[in-house]
């Protein structure tokens, strides 16, 4: 003990992962802690880098479609989509009506399932061990079948084209997906209620890892993380790819920007989620599922640079391309939302507790396959 | 030069926004773009580098938008020589904190050194790689047991095989 009588302590340096449940894959934490609280926190990547880039330009542009799957491995139908739209941007393709329906049908399908597994491996890191993550995932393994009945496959769903999809929707397909939607509301209804009626659980997200405003802003915060800091930015609304214009649907936007604002804005967005799914579900048309006049083979894009980007699940999915009038594209750049959310991740933890970090960490909902590429 | 309200606003009406800067203009552009009432570029979105082999230059391109005003995309195109100790950009980083990791990606991954970051590190690749991969001169090594530390067995035949690419694969491009 020294003179003034306060016990001197050293701070501690802990590597939290890559082998670490919490961290949602091989994802390190170099982390200073002071007793229990973070007084230094630094992010490292890279377990799972392939250089996907890389690969993409020696690639075909139809190539790396299926590479794109691989990104976000729980969204392989954003993926695809977002690829898709920049190519088809820098071609000037345009999209059938049909295709473009099936599209946002496929697109919020994925938006429910990843916004309900990142809420139900919430509780996982909050200690309540795999039973209510056990929930989402019954919920998403309808959503997987769906895809399986269509693409052929549950996750690596390799779907879309350029100028539409693959395959078409037929009416049974169709069914089985109103099916999905109409039961969805109760399912939320019953998880809303696992997040809201239980003190522990409210106790340790709130006011937990605040996101100032300004700060999502500067730091290129994009998706459910910036909404829930107040944000009002939906690509959906701003861009209205696609046939997003002509639905009905609102952009919840949270107050505190704290971990359980950013939990609660994903559950808010799963019921708007369900409202595009049933308009477009009701309203599809019928016709050409893909664009005709784009060739399957030797297809070319005109010299020239372009960015497309979509409202992922996760946050702003962006393909910077660069072409030279060739068969492969001669840059290829992917924009991973959940690398850049995870800009802020010291910012958020923070003088909070080491418990707290692996929540808020949670919160940021990344996906490793993602953030290395 | 920076630009004025006037041009930007033209350039935002074309399909593909774009402005190439040169080097030393590249923080008072961002600065003007960001802080200008009627732009207000606060988002920046897309950080990315390519290499123009033909042109002996490395171009960083910022894909910037308005969460404010909802406009953009604007992309801020600047370039820079290939060679190592010449590639070197102005870090936007103290103006959008966005661009953080993205510049470290860049540095990573093509060997732009960006002045005024505040962690210039290594990302993606781990801290002992030596090459910058995405560029598109770079060969990759025939056998990857040979990095990080090559040592032991692992060395001595690199070394036989004459460096990262073998002998006999130099002879047979001849």
């Not at chain 1, 039961?183 to 605040?210: C, H, M, S």
């Not at chain 1, 702003?316 to 991973?336: I, M, Q, T």
């Not at chain 2, 406009?71 to 966005?98: I, N």
Request: aromatic share 10%; proline share 6%; glycine share 6%.
């Amino acid at each position: 003990m020294s003179a003034t009588g306060i016990i001197e302590t050293q701070t501690l340096e802990v590597s939290l992962g890559p082998q670490h449940p919490s961290t949602h894959g091989v994802f390190r934490m170099d982390v200073v802690l002071d007793g229990e609280r973070v007084v230094k926190l630094k992010p490292v990547m890279g377990y799972l880098h392939r250089n996907h880039e890389q690969l993409a330009e020696k690639m075909a542009w139809l190539g790396s479609m299926p590479y794109t799957d691989r990104l976000d491995y729980f969204c392989s139908m954003t993926n695809n989509w977002a690829y898709a739209l920049a190519v088809e941007k820098l071609a000037g393709i345009k999209v059938p009506e049909r295709a473009e329906y099936i599209r946002v049908i496929m697109a919020e399908l994925t938006r429910l399932l990843n916004h309900s597994c990142a809420v139900g491996f919430l509780f996982s890191d909050c200690g309540a061990w795999f039973t209510p993550i056990l929930y989402a995932l019954r919920e998403r393994e309808r959503i997987l079948d769906f895809f399986e009945t269509v693409s052929g496959a549950r996750m690596m769903c390799n779907y879309m084209r350029f100028g539409g999809v693959r395959v078409d929707l037929n009416d049974e397909s169709l069914t089985m997906a109103r099916d999905l939607v109409v039961r969805w509301p109760a399912f939320l209804d019953e998880f809303e209620k696992l997040l809201l009626a239980n003190e522990v659980f409210l106790a340790r997200t709130q006011r937990v890892g605040i996101l100032p405003r300004e700060l999502a802003i500067n730091a290129s915060i994009s998706g459910p993380m910036a909404r829930a800091s107040g944000v009002e930015y939906d690509i959906r609304k701003v861009d209205k790819y696609g046939v997003y214009d002509r639905f009905d649907f609102r952009v919840p936007v949270g107050e505190k920007g704290d971990t359980f604002d950013r939990f609660m804005i994903r559950i808010l967005e799963m019921r708007e989620s369900v409202k595009i799914l049933e308009q477009a579900l009701r309203n599809i048309p019928a016709g050409p599922f893909i664009a005709p006049e784009v060739k399957l083979r030797n297809f070319r894009v005109p010299a020239g640079d372009g960015y497309g980007r979509i409202e992922a699940p996760k946050g702003e999915l962006g393909f910077y391309l660069v072409s030279e009038g060739g068969a492969k594209p001669y840059r290829y750049h992917v924009r991973p939302p959940s690398f850049i959310n995870l800009t802020v991740l010291e910012d958020m933890c923070l003088g909070h507790k080491v418990a707290d970090a692996v929540i808020i960490l949670g919160s940021v909902d990344i996906v490793l396959g993602e953030v290395d590429r | 030069m920076i630009p004025t309200v006037e041009q930007v606003r033209e350039m935002l009406a074309t399909k593909a926004a774009s402005l190439t800067v040169e080097r030393e203009q590249l923080l008072a552009v961002a600065n003007f773009l960001k802080t200008e009432p009627q732009l207000q570029f606060d988002f920046c979105s897309c950080v990315t580098a390519v290499d123009y082999i033909k042109q002996d230059c490395i171009e960083v391109v910022y894909h910037l938008y308005s969460v404010a005003l909802k406009h953009g995309p604007l992309a801020l195109k600047v370039r820079a020589p290939r060679a190592l100790e010449q590639c070197r950009v102005p870090s936007l980083t103290p103006v959008w904190r966005g661009c953080e990791f993205q510049e470290r990606e860049a540095f990573d991954l093509f060997g732009v050194k960006f002045d005024g970051h505040p962690d210039l590190r290594r990302i993606l690749m781990w801290d002992e790689f030596v090459d910058h991969p995405m560029r598109k001169d770079y060969v990759p090594p025939m056998d990857y047991e040979w990095e990080p530390t090559p040592h032991g067995e692992t060395l001595a035949r690199a070394k036989a095989q004459g460096g990262v690419v073998p002998a006999s694969v130099l002879e047979a491009k001849k």
